[in-house]
């Protein structure tokens, strides 16, 4: 599946670099500010495995995480270099 091209789409290997790539040019452009990215939810929950399994781990393992809601709030927060997820798939707004 990591590899694997879905039908009319690209490969979940190609969305995972591009993110990488991404997050790189946040890094350099908003670095120690606040940054509000707006996405659907199989590009939430790839970001989410990229920031916590950037090693080539299955990405299967997302399935773990269910489906990401409708206008759910996911948080990360920069510590020690690294982001660390704070809440995923919240909904305590609606």
């Not at 920031?51 to 206008?71: C, K, P, S, W």
């Amino acid at each position: 599946m990591w590899v694997v091209r879905r039908p009319c789409g690209e490969r979940f290997l190609g969305i995972a670099g591009r993110l990488r790539s991404f997050l790189a040019g946040v890094d350099r452009e908003a670095a120690g500010r606040r940054v509000l990215i707006v996405a659907h939810g199989s590009v939430v929950a790839l970001l989410r495995h990229v920031l916590e399994h950037d090693d080539g781990t299955d990405v299967r393992d997302i399935a773990g995480y269910g489906e990401v809601r409708n206008t759910a709030i996911s948080t990360w927060e920069r510590r020690d270099g690294r982001l660390h997820l704070v809440e995923f798939n919240a909904v305590p707004h609606l």
